[in-house]
Each structure stands twice: as C-alpha cells, then as structure tokens.
DNA sequence: TTAGCGATGTATCCACTGGATACATCAGCG
DNA sequence: CGCTGATGTATCCAGTGGATACATCGCTAA
C-alpha cells in the first residue's frame, strides 16, 4: 500500500510482522508484549492497533507469513521423504514460528483470507508433493492426511521429548523410517 | 499430607489442582488467573505460593494429574484400535487440559518426579496396549512411536481445522483407516 | 493553490496480571 | 504451655493488552 517513504513510518504493517518473526523465533515462544515490539519499531506501543484489531490479529499476520514460508521450503521437495524432511526441518528450525502457525482457530483462518490462502498453498504442496500416481484421490488424500499427521505429532513428541531420541538429527532419520520411506 | 481437617484450608494444593482442572475445561485453555482460581478456592492468591513456585509449577501439577487420567482411560483399551480410540476421545473431550499436559517442557518433565511418573504411565499404557506379538524390541518401539504420532498429529490438525473433516466422529473413524486399523 | 479530511501515530489512562515483601495465625511438638 | 514453622493475608510493584482523546500530515477536490 505504502511502497516508500509513506507517511510517518512506511510499512508498519509489514515492519510489525517482521519484527514479530525476529522475536518469536529469539525465544522460540510468541511471548513477546506489543510494547517491546513497538519499541523496537520505534513507534508508540497503541500505533499497531492501526493495522491489528489486537494481539491476535497480528499473529493470524505472523502465521500467514509463516504459511507462506513452509509453503516455499515445500513445493521444492522432488518426492515423499524430502517433503516429509522438509517439513520436519522447518518446524524445528522455527519452533515458535510453527506454533504460532497451528494455534491458529478455525474461525481466525476463515476470517483472515491472507491466511486462509497461505493455508491452501501449504495444502496444495502437500497434495502434489505427496502424490503416487495411480490411486484414486480418496486414496491420495488419505495419504496426504498420514503423512501430515505422523510430521506433526512427531514434532510436538520430539519437541516435548517425549519420544526419548537422543537428538534432533535421530528423530528427523526415525520419522522417515516410520512414515514407511 | 493433610487428611481431614488439617489446618486452615485443608489441603489446598490438590484442591488447587481440581479448580484450575475445572477452570481448564470450561474455556479449553490454561489462561486462567491465579487470582480468579485463589477467589474460587475462597484464598488469597497469594496462598497458591505457599505450594507452587510460580504458574508455571502448578500447571505441572495438572499436568501430571492429566497423564494420571489418560494413563487410566489408556489401560483399559483391550487392543490397538481401542487405544488409539481412547487416546483421541481423550483429547478431544479435554482439549485444554491435552494441550497443558503436552506444553510442559523436557525440563519440567524430568523436574518433577509426580509429572514424570505419570508420563511414564502413560507410556507403560502405550506399550503394553499396542504391543504386536512375535515382533522384537526395535518394531514394537517404532510401532508405539508410529501410532502416538499419529494420533497426537491427528489430534492437533483436526482442533485446528486443517483436515477438512465434517465432525469429530468423522476424525474418530478416519484416523483409525489411516492408521491401518 | 489550498482547505480539510481521513489515515496514521502519540499521550495518557485503566483494570488486571504474576510475583515480592512483610506480617498474622495457629497446629503440634518439646 | 510456649515456641516454631507451616500456612494464609495484606499490600505493594512493574508490566500487560486495550480504550479514549488528541495530534500530525499526505492526498484529493474545489
């Protein structure tokens, strides 16, 4: 909307994205105040309520960025297993950015179309990333559901090292094995 | 520690645990105030301290006392289907508490022994009910791995609305396919 | 050219939170 | 029977998300 030297700050919107990203991934958690971020913007702490409802329409921004992301480091696995490896690296490499993403509501990612749409291009990497020629589609997206399902449930055991591995790097070797690759 | 009717409150930790039990579930969240739990228990919210360092020590305390109630619901199960039934109707009944129980960290985990032997349960549970006759060790491992992750994974996709499922009931029966039961 | 309007940012306030310090109460043991 | 340590209370604090009122200034229409 505002490409350069817009008015008071240019882009605040974008800018409060991503200063959020730097600070959830600092402390991997999205633990951070609106008033360290504005700080660090610049601004006074009640400007970004020109451009978010409140706190937590600036994290639905967060995870539609993160969406977008994910959906980049994905649609360039050439099969099954480096999706899946993919996937994986992403979540532990952005542990606080990956739970910003998936505590988004139901109601927060039909609401925001920004991130409904970065939803659909995760989806639709998934779809192609994940395909075995030849089955049916009912057989295809029950694939796409395992596969997402065994990376996701994974991370979080892995992360709440419930799944006594000895590191990050045997998890990311067992998940494949696991997922059948 | 304190039976009957020991002192002022009587055993104000354990009732503690209760409240913010029954808190968790009627917002499916932890964001309960310590002061809105010490006004239900008839306390000042100061006396909460007198039992757990801080916040986050009481959420360990529910936290234990949950993986104490899966482990229960979990034992029962007279097969591998009906674990993973289990499990997943565990969950989605108690969402906020799930959510609790696995937030807590590798180091609250191992820092509290009445935490860590309820995972255990949990675990001792998992092991026995999805134990595979004639397999060795490694498989069974892996075959406990396979089946937690995809119910947590499942779990976590379909609150968050990523599955594209019409019901919970839907989930219930679809996850049990794709787990090849 | 300029008036003023709407978008953006600031100043200040509020109720509430988790946590700290200091003190009061009282059960049970010597 | 008096002391002590466990338990609970009173009060304070800085920090939080959010609200209201006002200031600034680029853009557009006359």
Same mark, same amino acid.
């Given at each position: ?19 959020? $990203?730097?600070?959830? !991934?600092?402390?991997? *958690?999205? *633990? #951070? *105040? ?17 451009? #978010? ?6 994290? &639905? ?5 993160? /969406? ?10 050439? !099969?099954?297993?480096? /999706?899946?490896? &993919?996937?994986?690296? /992403? ?20 609401? !925001?179309?920004?991130?409904?749409? &970065? ?10 990333? $994940? ?5 049916? !589609?009912?057989?295809?997206?029950? =694939? ?26 045997? #998890?990311? =070797? ?6 059948? #690759?």
């Amino acid at each position: 909307m505002a490409p350069r030297g817009a008015y008071h700050h240019g882009d605040l919107a974008a800018a409060a994205v991503d200063e959020a $990203l730097r600070l959830i !991934d600092a402390d991997a *958690s999205a *633990s #951070f *105040s609106l008033r360290a971020l504005a700080e660090r913007l610049g601004v006074a702490h009640r400007a970004l309520y020109n451009h #978010f409802a409140d706190r937590e329409a600036l994290l &639905a921004g967060v995870a539609a960025r993160g /969406f977008d992301m994910l959906a980049d480091a994905l649609v360039i696995a050439p !099969d099954a297993p480096s /999706f899946l490896a &993919a996937y994986v690296r /992403f979540a532990l490499a952005r542990p606080g950015l990956y739970d910003v993403m998936m505590a988004r509501r139901h109601t927060a990612i039909n609401g !925001d179309p920004g991130l409904r749409a &970065a939803v659909d291009r995760v989806i639709g990497a998934a779809v192609k990333g $994940l395909a075995t020629p030849g089955a049916d !589609d009912e057989t295809q997206r029950r =694939e796409v559901m395992r596969i997402w399902m065994i990376a996701h449930g994974g991370i979080g055991l892995q992360r709440a090292r419930m799944l006594r591995l000895r590191s990050d790097a045997e #998890f990311a =070797e067992e998940i494949l094995r696991i997922a059948g #690759f």
